[in-house]
């Protein structure tokens, strides 16, 4: 059956449906995530055992069936410090990604919405930020300030900011130009509510895949930190930590540290590929 035009009655809505269908990757990229945050809520209880649990007079070895991943060189089950290691790899980039989202979507709204002497302020801040060497700053600021990984998130918000901001503001400059925009003001509806009842919906897409951005970044940059001793005290369960701690061992277990590295690259990628997925998604629904 076909209309009037000679097209297919059913094309349009098969077309919609096989554009909004998960693809391989994004149900892939979408388990793994889920799987790592379960193992970060529980990953403590299902872990075969105590991650802090040494023996060392077993020392390094090679994975077996008492230990799947083998151990490190204090005789520590490898495979269960991964699992307990999810908690701090992924919870600290969720904090960052979330100060970074909340502060980053309300100061580019404020600063493309009102415009003015406030923009002019913002973006010189803004332009500082991002002139400024991002990583070597954050190893700077951490070191003076006594390392920690609460001074290492905080640090990290702050410079993950900037760029977002600028992002924001680009947009909502953008849509305060629309119609929608001029009918609300002319409506008399206050700028707080048009710019986060009205304006932030539809810059939504781009503000979800910068949040995953963000958690990617925030993932790798504290992983990093914690290999060069700067982020979580030694010990902890942890992947970054895992890495450094293990790297002498590449001959007698290199699981050790491969594993860990591989589930950083795994976290990292997987967010990368859901975050391009939902900003699809997301710009089709708007």
Do not use: K
């Given at each position: 059956?076909?209309?009037?035009?000679g097209?297919?009655?059913?094309?349009?809505?098969v077309?919609?449906?096989?554009?909004?269908?998960?693809?391989?990757?994004t149900?892939a990229?979408?388990v793994?995530?889920?799987?790592m945050?379960?193992?970060?809520?529980?990953g403590?209880w299902?872990a075969?055992?105590?991650?802090?649990?040494?023996?060392?007079?077993?020392?390094a070895?090679?994975?077996?069936w008492?230990?799947?991943?083998g151990?490190?060189d204090?005789?520590?089950?490898?495979?269960?410090?991964?699992?307990?290691?999810?908690?701090?790899?992924l919870?600290?980039?969720?904090?960052?990604?979330?100060?970074?989202?909340?502060?980053?979507?309300?100061?580019?709204?404020?600063?493309g919405y009102?415009?003015?002497?406030l923009?002019?302020?913002?973006?010189?801040?803004?332009?500082?930020?991002?002139a400024?060497p991002?990583?070597?700053?954050?190893?700077?600021?951490?070191?003076?300030?006594?390392?920690?990984?609460?001074?290492?998130?905080l640090?990290?918000?702050?410079?993950?900011?900037?760029?977002?901001?600028?992002?924001?503001?680009?947009?909502?400059?953008?849509?305060?130009?629309?119609?929608?925009?001029?009918?609300?003001?002319?409506l008399?509806?206050?700028p707080?509510?048009i710019?986060?009842?009205?304006?932030?919906?539809n810059?939504?897409?781009?503000?979800?895949?910068g949040?995953l951005?963000s958690?990617?970044?925030?993932?790798v940059?504290?992983?990093?930190?914690?290999?060069l001793?700067?982020?979580l005290p030694?010990?902890?369960?942890?992947?970054?930590?895992?890495i450094?701690?293990?790297?002498?061992?590449l001959?007698?277990?290199?699981w050790?540290?491969?594993?860990?590295?591989?589930?950083?690259?795994i976290?990292?990628?997987?967010?990368?590929?859901?975050?391009?997925?939902?900003?699809?998604r997301?710009?089709?629904?708007?």
């Open positions: 059956m076909t209309a009037v035009s097209t297919p009655l059913f094309g349009g809505r077309a919609r449906l096989r554009r909004t269908r998960p693809g391989f990757l149900v990229s979408a793994v995530l889920a799987l945050a379960l193992a970060a809520i529980g403590t299902i075969p055992y105590d991650p802090a649990a040494q023996d060392v007079a077993l020392g070895t090679m994975p077996s008492a230990h799947w991943a151990t490190d204090l005789g520590r089950d490898v495979l269960s410090r991964c699992l307990a290691g999810a908690r701090s790899a919870l600290w980039p969720v904090i960052v990604t979330l100060c970074t989202c909340v502060m980053s979507t309300t100061l580019g709204l404020l600063a009102r415009r003015g002497w923009d002019a302020i913002m973006m010189r801040i803004v332009d500082l930020l991002i400024l991002g990583m070597l700053v954050l190893i700077v600021l951490v070191g003076v300030l006594g390392g920690g990984i609460g001074w290492a998130v640090a990290l918000a702050v410079l993950f900011t900037p760029g977002d901001i600028r992002v924001v503001r680009s947009l909502t400059m953008a849509q305060r130009e629309l119609a929608y925009a001029e009918a609300a003001r002319t008399g509806l206050r707080a509510r710019m986060f009842r009205h304006l932030l919906p810059i939504a897409p781009t503000v979800v895949a949040a951005l958690f990617v970044a925030g993932l940059a504290l992983s990093g930190l914690s290999f001793g700067i982020g030694a010990g902890t369960p942890d992947w970054g930590l895992m450094e701690e293990n790297r002498t061992l001959d007698l277990n290199p050790a540290s491969v594993i860990p590295a591989a589930l950083v690259t976290a990292a990628t997987a967010a990368t590929l859901l975050g391009d997925r939902l900003f699809e997301l710009s089709d629904a708007a």
